[in-house]
């Protein structure tokens, strides 16, 4: 499936929606405002919070923490010690396992892959014509909450980089 994602432009509280292929509002990244560290709140369109992102304090590489609604860690976004130019980033799942990010982040040009190399998202902004907009693309059995909060999560960092 495919959801749309227009970016946030100096919005209070960092809130925008992301639709799904049809134009309708699939999820929003809801900014909380007000902390000490970014958090956001993904929220389907009935408004039950499916994931919360937050920064991580007081770290040596820029990381967001991706929890569930019961406040257990899922994953985390973490810069890589030693990058290439583009590949900057990886996911750390809380069951040991790994998700890597390739591709181009500024331009929103990446994918998210597993461990075994297969594709679970494309990331890109080339799909569109319409400034900050870009898509992001789930293979079907991928888990999409997981997937989207980790895309919401490169684009926090990347933004603050």
Request: a negative charge.
């Amino acid at each position: 499936m495919r959801y749309l994602v227009r970016e946030k432009l100096f919005a209070i509280g960092d809130d925008y929606w992301i639709e799904d292929d049809h134009g309708h509002k699939a999820f929003l990244v809801d900014g909380k405002v007000l902390r000490l560290r970014h958090t956001f709140e993904l929220k389907d369109a009935g408004g039950r919070v499916v994931a919360v992102l937050k920064e991580k304090a007081f770290t040596v590489r820029d990381a967001m923490r991706i929890e569930n609604t019961d406040g257990d860690t899922v994953a985390t976004v973490r810069e890589k010690l030693f990058t290439p130019f583009r590949d900057k980033y990886h996911v750390e799942l809380a069951d040991g396992g790994e998700l890597k990010i390739h591709g181009d982040l500024i331009d929103k040009d990446y994918r998210i892959e597993n461990g075994h190399g297969d594709e679970l998202a494309r990331i890109s902004r080339k799909w569109f014509r319409v400034r900050d907009t870009y898509g992001v693309e789930i293979a079907d059995g991928a888990d999409t909450g997981l997937l989207l909060a980790v895309a919401a999560c490169v684009d926090h960092l990347t933004e603050e980089d």
